[in-house]
């Protein structure tokens, strides 16, 4: 796929099925001449909508009525001269009008094309292309405050500020200084180490803080740990709201790791129900606690269940060396159907049969949760994929190695090579340096029409 060309693109911009409408994009230069004939040569006016039938060339037969809008180049999404066609959503009444402008010569787009487009036209630089991407996807209400500030260029703003600081901090260290360390009082030696470490605690702020929201859009992992029949698949299939996991009073029923994704009150959690904890010589039975024991390592939460004295079987796993005692813990006392007391201690008790303990268990879960957003959340800046983040991990390095050159006796100019290298990986941040390749695969992972 060659991004870098003139083509008249089109593409359905709705997804595939029926619907009270559907929407067709279209963008390239001289589009109105070849859109014109489409709509009876009735005049198209630049950015208003308007109620017009769209018919076939060859025959002149209306295929639909439809609502136009048309974009004159440079006001538009794309910079281009763009047309968005909301038709009826029949998937055969779109397939028709994509089919006709086809046969003029236009061309079904690319993955991305749209706003890859954009970002070539100056539109939109790349860390407000790729949260387009990213918005469409989004599965919590913190990620989308991020992903807004990403789109209105909130995010990019911070990201010159930052780099901007560092080819200032550049200047000093290469003109005014001279690399003559004698010119340097202690004063303005100081002033400078201070804003290397002004700049470092703001990249770490934002990185940590996109690691956080990562996080959050994957889903916290909570693992169901206990011995066999201690109630974890029937509290499991309490939580998703299905019979997922089977239950009996067979011990060791389940061999495997079942999960499922739930929202609590707009944060997504994955759950995970395990085999039963034991000493067993049953091959199978060990090949599902060893899936146990990978899950637990790989779990966020974990939550000890047992019908008697769960933080005693949290003891026992942490001496085996099951579990660490880092990873955050809730202790459960399952099969209260007596009814639940008002413990004072960390034991929750849960009666799924008479839904006692449930909305504690719940809220406990949130409050671990936003006791790490409280943490990481000293900024509402943060990067929206894997690509952005590891550049400003990137950049962070070399920034905390220019910091520790600065304080170490080597030459000035090492230091101003450091902060060149920062400023490089900010430039490709930002896509201001970035290979076409690089551009063509960040692009090809969105949605066409997009």
């Given at each position: 796929m060659?991004?870098?060309?003139?083509?008249?693109?089109?593409?359905?911009?709705?997804?595939?099925?029926?619907?009270?409408?559907?929407?067709?994009?279209?963008?390239?230069?001289?589009?109105?001449?070849?859109?014109?004939?489409?709509?009876?040569?009735?005049?198209?006016?630049?950015?208003?909508?308007?109620?017009?039938?769209?018919?076939?060339?060859?025959t002149?037969?209306?295929?639909?009525?439809?609502?136009?809008?048309?974009?004159?180049?440079?006001?538009?999404?794309?910079?281009?001269?763009?047309?968005?066609?909301?038709?009826?959503?029949?998937?055969?009444?779109?397939?028709?009008?994509?089919?006709?402008?086809?046969?003029c010569?236009?061309?079904?787009?690319?993955?991305?094309?749209?706003?890859?487009?954009?970002?070539?036209?100056?539109?939109?630089?790349?860390?407000?292309?790729?949260?387009?991407?990213?918005?469409?996807?989004?599965?919590?209400n913190?990620?989308?405050?991020?992903?807004q500030?990403?789109?209105?260029?909130?995010?990019?703003?911070?990201?010159?500020?930052?780099?901007?600081?560092?080819?200032?901090?550049?200047?000093?260290?290469?003109?005014?200084?001279?690399?003559?360390?004698?010119?340097?009082?202690?004063?303005?030696?100081?002033?400078?180490?201070?804003?290397?470490?002004?700049?470092?605690?703001?990249?770490?702020?934002?990185?940590?803080?996109?690691?956080?929201?990562?996080?959050?859009?994957?889903?916290y992992?909570?693992?169901?740990?206990?011995?066999?029949?201690?109630?974890?698949?029937?509290?499991?299939?309490?939580?998703?709201?299905?019979?997922?996991?089977?239950?009996?009073?067979?011990?060791?029923?389940t061999?495997?790791?079942?999960?499922?994704?739930?929202?609590?009150?707009?944060?997504?959690?994955?759950?995970y129900?395990?085999?039963?904890?034991?000493?067993?010589?049953?091959?199978?039975?060990?090949?599902?606690?060893?899936?146990?024991?990978?899950?637990?390592?790989?779990?966020?939460?974990?939550?000890?269940?047992?019908?008697?004295?769960?933080?005693?079987q949290?003891?026992l796993?942490?001496?085996?060396?099951?579990?660490?005692?880092?990873?955050?813990?809730?202790?459960?006392?399952?099969?209260?159907?007596?009814?639940?007391?008002?413990?004072?201690?960390?034991?929750?008790?849960?009666?799924?049969?008479?839904?006692?303990?449930?909305?504690?268990?719940?809220?406990?879960?949130?409050?671990?949760?936003?006791?790490?957003?409280?943490?990481?959340?000293?900024?509402?800046?943060?990067?929206?994929?894997?690509?952005?983040?590891?550049?400003?991990?990137?950049?962070?390095?070399?920034?905390?190695?220019?910091?520790?050159?600065?304080?170490?006796?080597?030459?000035?100019?090492?230091?101003?090579?450091?902060?060149?290298?920062?400023?490089d990986l900010?430039?490709?941040?930002?896509?201001?340096?970035?290979?076409?390749?690089?551009?063509?695969?960040?692009?090809?992972?969105?949605?066409?029409?997009?």
């Amino acid at each position: 796929m060659d991004y870098n060309n003139n083509d008249i693109i089109i593409a359905r911009a709705t997804p595939i099925g029926k619907s009270a409408l559907a929407v067709i994009r279209l963008s390239g230069v001289n589009l109105k001449k070849i859109i014109t004939p489409f709509f009876f040569k009735k005049k198209l006016i630049p950015n208003q909508i308007q109620l017009k039938n769209i018919k076939a060339v060859a025959t002149g037969v209306v295929i639909d009525s439809c609502m136009v809008a048309f974009y004159q180049n440079p006001k538009s999404f794309t910079g281009e001269d763009m047309l968005e066609l909301f038709c009826h959503g029949n998937d055969r009444i779109v397939e028709n009008i994509i089919h006709e402008f086809i046969a003029c010569g236009v061309r079904i787009a690319y993955p991305g094309e749209f706003s890859y487009r954009a970002f070539k036209n100056g539109k939109v630089d790349l860390l407000q292309a790729e949260s387009i991407a990213a918005k469409i996807n989004q599965n919590s209400n913190q990620y989308g405050v991020a992903l807004q500030n990403l789109e209105k260029g909130v995010t990019s703003q911070k990201m010159k500020e930052l780099r901007s600081n560092i080819v200032g901090l550049q200047s000093i260290i290469e003109h005014e200084l001279d690399f003559n360390e004698n010119e340097i009082t202690h004063l303005e030696a100081e002033k400078i180490e201070q804003k290397f470490k002004n700049i470092v605690t703001e990249i770490k702020g934002i990185v940590n803080w996109s690691l956080c929201l990562q996080k959050i859009e994957q889903g916290y992992r909570v693992v169901f740990v206990g011995v066999p029949n201690a109630g974890k698949s029937t509290l499991f299939n309490r939580l998703i709201g299905t019979e997922r996991a089977i239950v009996t009073e067979i011990k060791g029923t389940t061999r495997d790791v079942l999960e499922s994704n739930i929202y609590i009150q707009g944060l997504p959690f994955v759950l995970y129900d395990t085999a039963g904890y034991r000493k067993t010589t049953n091959k199978i039975e060990v090949m599902g606690i060893n899936k146990t024991k990978i899950s637990l390592k790989n779990a966020d939460i974990i939550v000890i269940l047992d019908e008697n004295n769960p933080m005693q079987q949290y003891d026992l796993l942490i001496q085996e060396g099951v579990l660490l005692k880092e990873k955050p813990a809730l202790f459960v006392k399952t099969k209260c159907d007596a009814g639940v007391s008002k413990r004072k201690d960390k034991i929750i008790e849960v009666s799924c049969i008479n839904d006692l303990g449930i909305d504690v268990l719940l809220t406990n879960l949130l409050t671990l949760v936003n006791l790490g957003l409280e943490k990481n959340n000293i900024t509402n800046v943060a990067l929206c994929n894997m690509r952005q983040i590891n550049l400003l991990i990137q950049i962070q390095a070399v920034f905390e190695g220019a910091l520790k050159s600065l304080n170490a006796p080597v030459e000035m100019d090492v230091v101003a090579s450091q902060l060149r290298g920062a400023v490089d990986l900010f430039e490709e941040l930002l896509g201001k340096m970035t290979p076409n390749e690089i551009l063509n695969n960040i692009f090809k992972g969105f949605c066409v029409g997009k």
